[in-house]
């Protein structure tokens, strides 16, 4: 409901009229006409007629770049932003990049094939729009005449060519940043990533003559494997084995999302009768060499996807097959990527066969962040959106508990739980693991995923002014029983696990990051429960039914709000009112049960789990979010670091403004179109009072919306004689240089 009415108000009838127009040219269904043309690098008469056409000029200071303007008001002024996640060997390179997705008929009429075009962009100019793979459209407005815009070209973007590697990108100048918009599209949009797959559903329902329902991740999925060739003949080292690393072996990608989705998910080699396309793989060559090329480049991508769609006369591969996973022949140190929200998964050499690896990246395509633990945004080794592991036939496990909500996977065992809604109560669920998913009959309230309600449900705004921002965070509780299509799941196993999810609400894309695993008759309190007084206190009571059923109880206590008797009758287990300084995790009930599945190599009493820089016992934990103190075991005294207050809606008057402080902040406060990052100090290096002032005041100079003068009110006071602090103007520079 959220997100229709939202993004009602934003879309303009104009834009969309635009692109209903441009969405009439493009054709779902192949038709030999729309066959793509591959890149050709050599100039004949026709190219060279089509340059000339499209005015290119050579870049001002680059000889090896060429660029021509983006045309304004015609098909190449807005496209679909798409997060493309690309994982390292070595995760500290880790990098996600937002690229520009182009329609097919677009990419083939002005862009040599490329649908895909990676963005020359500071990732803060989008990041404050909060767009959202697969569903955000850029846009560049001609910018109105503004002072402040010296060169006086105004909203001006540049697709720009390497002449080198022919390699296209979209470039987007620091004054044109002021133009740069983002539209929202709704769901039944045709571009969005929802009707992509509703196109592919009603398609297959047709060919299949199915009626039952399929949600966008359940039900049949294609998948093509491009298993690709360069032009010195290489190609990864184990692709004779694609197929039953894919779809054959014991674990492979299809095994792993039909085992995950106890079937609720088919995957199917694809075939669409060609046959070039062997077991669902199809081998085509691209006019590159991978070992001196990075193959995580845009060259390597678009080249070996226009290979695809030449060789099979198929414009819009995502028209035709659910997932495309394209295995490059091994070039530089990445690892794999994908897109979020989209069909295109990449793999470096041998990672095409690692099956964590193929879970993962198409995990990005169904709309997954990454999994992490601590600081570490992969740490999350119980499932897998964590690491991928260089192993064709494992690990054996699915997802976490913040992903199993956003799945369609377990809709019959999810529930959510708001503790602000139940104070001063103690509920009880039976947590089971995902093997233990029932997709008929009856679950007994048993759930898979249970989600502690934060703020996910809250759209909150970048700012009262702003119509961008995102759903906030919450919690998400598994039980990660180690048994069956999980149970080679590599930490917390057959423990109770305690996950964040922090934006993007229970639907949407975000990352998560595991906090907790719970031992039976362990547990963890969360003060300060959404700024509140309340304490939620989780407690891993018992393991029952031969080691299948968790039995949590989830207590909510307000010192401040204790419960009133005369109102409503209390439950059973009216919950303690001990005073704040006792040890938080009460005294299990009962003894501990017996665990008669647990493996006997498991410790009973698994001291408090923590791997990172603090002791184990008695030190503090744990990851950005929540502060805990581990004593006998048990975390304890757990704080919430950051309660995201919704600022919807706008306040009804105005907060009272902080008195001015003379302070400038020590972060980055602009960068620029070189990507160069500014502190305050810039500000005094302006050779005159005039750029000092301008660089403080100008809206060119704006960094995450914020104007240098509020981010370094000391240093404009001082050195430009503007914004709170200019009564502490004293020129350093003589009068001289003022002007
Ligand atoms: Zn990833």
């Not at 934003?10 to 441009?22: H, Q």
């Not at 090329?293 to 995502?318: E, F, K, P, W, Y």
Request: with cysteine; glycine share 6%; aromatic share 8%.
């Amino acid at each position: 409901m959220h997100v229709n009415t939202f993004t009602e108000a934003l879309v303009s009838s104009l834009f969309l009229l635009l692109l209903l127009v441009l969405e009439s040219s493009r054709s779902s269904v192949v038709s030999a006409s729309s066959v793509v043309s591959p890149p050709q690098h050599n100039n004949n008469n026709n190219e060279a007629e089509r340059d000339e056409e499209r005015s290119w000029f050579l870049h001002p200071t680059d000889p090896r770049r060429r660029r021509r303007r983006l045309r304004t008001a015609t098909t190449l002024d807005h496209c679909l932003l798409v997060l493309k996640l690309i994982d390292y060997e070595d995760h500290e390179k880790d990098d996600d990049v937002w690229v520009c997705e182009f329609p097919a008929a677009v990419a083939r009429e002005e862009l040599d094939g490329r649908d895909f075009l990676e963005l020359t962009l500071p990732p803060a100019v989008l990041e404050k729009f909060h767009p959202i793979s697969g569903t955000s459209i850029l846009t560049i407005r001609k910018e109105d005449e503004d002072e402040d815009d010296e060169d006086g070209v105004g909203g001006v973007a540049y697709v720009e060519e390497a002449l080198d590697t022919h390699d296209l990108s979209l470039y987007i100048p620091e004054h044109a940043h002021a133009a740069i918009g983002i539209e929202i599209l709704e769901e039944t949009h045709p571009r969005h990533y929802k009707a992509r797959q509703r196109r592919r559903t009603e398609q297959q329902q047709q060919q299949h003559q199915q009626t039952h329902r399929r949600t966008q991740s359940t039900g049949q999925k294609s998948v093509l494997v491009v298993k690709v060739v360069d032009s010195t003949g290489v190609a990864s080292p184990r692709a004779n084995t694609l197929y039953d690393d894919w779809f054959n072996d014991p674990l492979s990608f299809k095994s792993g999302y039909e085992g995950c989705s106890k079937n609720q998910v088919q995957i199917e080699p694809a075939n669409n009768g060609d046959d070039q396309i062997v077991q669902g793989i199809l081998t085509v060559s691209i006019d590159l060499v991978a070992a001196t090329t990075d193959g995580s480049s845009n060259a390597m991508i678009n080249a070996a996807v226009n290979a695809a769609r030449v060789a099979l006369q198929i414009d819009d591969l995502s028209s035709a097959f659910d997932y495309v996973a394209v295995c490059q022949p091994v070039s530089g140190d990445w690892l794999a990527f994908a897109y979020a929200n989209s069909y295109l998964s990449f793999y470096n050499g041998r990672w095409c066969n690692s099956v964590s690896t193929q879970m993962h990246e198409i995990g990005h395509n169904m709309g997954f962040g990454h999994s992490g633990r601590g600081d570490n945004s992969y740490g999350d080794r119980s499932s897998m959106m964590g690491y991928s592991y260089d192993n064709d036939d494992g690990p054996k496990m699915c997802f976490n508990a913040a992903k199993n909500y956003q799945l369609q996977w377990y809709n019959r065992q999810k529930a959510t739980f708001d503790p602000l809604a139940n104070l001063n109560t103690s509920r009880k669920f039976t947590m089971n693991g995902v093997d233990e998913y029932k997709v008929s009959g009856d679950t007994n309230e048993k759930l898979i995923t249970l989600r502690l309600l934060l703020s996910g449900d809250t759209f909150i705004r970048e700012n009262e002014n702003s119509n961008f921002g995102n759903f906030g965070p919450d919690y998400y509780i598994g039980f990660n029983d180690a048994k069956g299509v999980n149970e080679g799941t590599l930490e917390g196993r057959n423990q109770i696990l305690l996950f964040r999810k922090n934006e993007g609400g229970p639907d949407r894309y975000g990352t998560s990051t595991l906090l907790i695993a719970l031992d039976v008759g362990k547990g963890v309190n969360i003060n300060n429960w959404k700024g509140s007084s309340t304490v939620v206190t989780v407690l891993f009571e018992s393991l029952t039914n031969n080691g299948r059923d968790a039995n949590i109880s989830i207590r909510t206590e307000d010192p401040n709000n204790p419960p009133t008797s005369s109102t409503t009758p209390q439950p059973a287990a009216s919950p303690i009112r001990s005073p704040t300084a006792s040890p938080v995790m009460p005294p299990t009930r009962s003894p501990t049960p017996r665990q008669t599945s647990q493996p006997t190599a498991v410790p009973t009493a698994r001291p408090c789990f923590y791997d990172g820089n603090t002791t184990p016992n008695g030190g503090s934990l744990i990851g950005p979010t929540l502060t805990c103190v581990c004593q006998d075991g048990n975390w304890i005294n757990c704080n919430e670091n950051s309660n995201p207050e919704p600022t919807l809606p706008p306040a009804p008057s105005p907060t009272p403004k902080p008195t001015p402080v003379c302070k400038n902040s020590k972060d980055i406060v602009y960068v620029n179109k070189k990507g160069k990052k500014k502190k305050c100090n810039w500000v005094k290096t302006g050779k005159t009072l005039k750029i000092r002032k301008k660089r403080c005041i100008s809206k060119k100079y704006r960094y995450l919306d914020k104007l240098i003068k509020e981010n370094c009110p000391k240093a404009c006071g001082e050195f430009a004689e503007k914004g709170i602090c200019k009564n502490l103007f004293v020129s350093p520079f003589g009068k001289n240089k003022n002007k």
